[in-house]
C-alpha cells in the first residue's frame, strides 16, 4: 500500500509562490493517477489538480488554472505542485492523494482515490 508525504507548506505573501512536493513510498507509484486537494477553514475538501500515471494529461480547478502546474516525476516517485500568484483564498491544508488505477468515478472527486497523506498548511497572507 502506498503511503504519502507531502512537504512544501508555509506562510507566504499575496502574489506570491510556493511548490509543493509529496513523496510515495510502499507502492508502485507510476501506477497510480495523483491528484492535489485542499481543505480550507471551515470548508469541505476539494479538487486542485490531478494528473494520469504517466505524467501526460493534467487537470485542473478553475480556480487554481493558469496559476498551478501539477506534474510528477515517477522516477522520483514524487509527485508536485508549483503554484503561483497565490491569493488569500489559497489558504488551505493541502493534501496529496493517489488513485487506484481502474478506479470508477472522476479523477476530480475525493471520493475516487484510496490514499491520502497528512497534508501541509498553506497560509496565504494579504
Known amino acids: 500500500q502506498v503511503q504519502l508525504v507531502e512537504s512544501g507548506g508555509g506562510l507566504v505573501q499575496a502574489g506570491g509562490s510556493l511548490r509543493l512536493s509529496c513523496a510515495a513510498s510502499?507502492?508502485?507509484?507510476?501506477?497510480?493517477?495523483m491528484g492535489w486537494f485542499r481543505q480550507g477553514p471551515g470548508k469541505e475538501r476539494e479538487f486542485v489538480a490531478a494528473?494520469?500515471?504517466?505524467?501526460?494529461?493534467?487537470h485542473y480547478a478553475d480556480s487554481v488554472n493558469g496559476r498551478f502546474t501539477i506534474s510528477r516525476d515517477n522516477a522520483k516517485n514524487t509527485v508536485s505542485l508549483q503554484m503561483n500568484s497565490l491569493k488569500s483564498e489559497d489558504t488551505a491544508v493541502y493534501y496529496c492523494?493517489?488513485?487506484?488505477?481502474?478506479?470508477?468515478?472522476?479523477?476530480?472527486?475525493?471520493?475516487?482515490?484510496?490514499?491520502w497523506g497528512q497534508g501541509t498548511q498553506v497560509t496565504v497572507s494579504p
Open positions: 492523494a493517489a488513485r487506484e488505477y481502474g478506479s470508477s468515478g472522476s479523477m476530480l472527486i475525493a471520493s475516487g482515490y484510496a490514499h
Open positions: 510502499g507502492g508502485i507509484f507510476s501506477s497510480y493517477p
Open positions: 494528473i494520469t500515471r504517466r505524467g501526460t494529461t493534467p
